[in-house]
């Protein structure tokens, strides 16, 4: 195995910031229980320069039902961040030694610990982007979740594949036309990941790694195929065809079983949450796809297939359908 960083279990806890105006640190879980058929994200980012913070935190069930919540330069009040938990709202993310989400809303209550599979891997060392490029800082994990959901009224015991992220240091809201970051876990033998990226420059990247029984392994190709609603900006499947720099070769279908607006500083997401497929197995899949071609800050008009509605709701009738 090439020689990549890790970093230590301090370093999930808050950092010193620092003093531009474009720093930033957040924090990410994104998980499916597909037995429940209940899926969830949540992504928290700081942003102590400005005393603000932005968070979007959603679940859904097999049976329509929703929760989200996203807010974006909402005020940091002083317990939001200390050494051990960052939050904001009534969700909070205690980190270090224990990965624990915590959300308390009147419709909707989430306890969730996550479980590591592997080393916390310096991202950036291990797909060879340069520290300039993106930020300073940035690990991602696959694992497991598990814990409790009340989503209204009603109480889901939760054992899920998922995977986290954890960043700090300079980040650039408008510089993508588009997006795609997909997180790919199997269980605690193989997981994957893979980003495509178009900047505002006409620059395109692509990048991602493969990990099996802890060992990552670069990509040296992979090729998305994402088929888009008639909003634009939501989609139902996708494929995903990598192959490694040994020569391994996998295709991967994806299903969607719904999807989360991210929207944050005027960027916005779809986080297609659902089931990987591959060779006859089920894993956990959540693309994140933001298409942006013009540079446009403004919300979607309207999302076909993903919430975009604040508060509990539930899932309409899927267009097409």
């Not at 992504?43 to 929760?67: I, K, M």
């Not at 994990?141 to 015991?157: P, T």
């Not at 991602?208 to 634009?232: F, N, T, W």
Request: some cysteine; hydrophobic content about 35%.
């Amino acid at each position: 195995m090439m020689d990549i960083k890790t970093y230590a279990a301090s370093d999930d806890r808050p950092h010193a910031h620092g003093t531009g105006p474009d720093w930033q640190e957040s924090v990410l879980f994104t998980w499916f229980d597909e037995k429940n058929g209940l899926g969830g994200f949540y992504r928290l980012g700081h942003e102590p320069q400005h005393g603000a913070g932005n968070c979007c935190f959603g679940v859904f069930t097999s049976d329509g039902g929703r929760y989200r919540w996203n807010v974006t330069g909402e005020a940091l009040l002083a317990g939001d961040r200390t050494e051990n938990h960052m939050g904001l709202g009534s969700t909070r993310a205690m980190l270090g030694d224990s990965l624990r989400l915590t959300a308390e809303f009147p419709e909707c209550k989430v306890d969730l610990v996550f479980e590591d599979y592997h080393a916390r891997f310096d991202y950036l060392d291990l797909v060879g982007v340069a520290r300039d490029d993106f930020v300073a800082h940035h690990y991602e994990v696959a694992g497991s979740m598990a814990g409790q959901v009340v989503l209204a009224g009603r109480r889901y015991d939760i054992r899920a594949q998922g995977y986290r992220d954890r960043s700090w240091g300079n980040r650039f809201w408008n510089q993508f036309r588009s997006a795609r970051w997909w997180p790919i876990v199997f269980g605690p033998d193989l997981s994957m990941q893979v980003v495509h990226l178009l900047s505002a420059d006409g620059k395109f990247r692509r990048y991602g790694y493969l990990m099996r029984q802890g060992v990552p392994e670069q990509l040296r190709s992979s090729r998305i195929v994402l088929p888009v609603e008639d909003d634009a900006f939501t989609y139902q499947r996708a494929q995903l065809e990598l192959e490694t720099r040994s020569g391994e070769r996998l295709f991967i279908e994806h299903e969607v079983r719904d999807g989360i607006v991210l929207q944050v500083r005027g960027f916005a997401a779809v986080e297609g949450i659902g089931v990987a497929k591959l060779n006859g197995r089920n894993g956990f899949g959540n693309l994140e796809a933001n298409s942006n071609p013009l540079g446009g800050n403004q919300a979607p008009a309207s999302v076909f297939f993903a919430n975009m509605d604040n508060g509990l709701s539930q899932m309409k009738l899927r267009a097409g359908s």
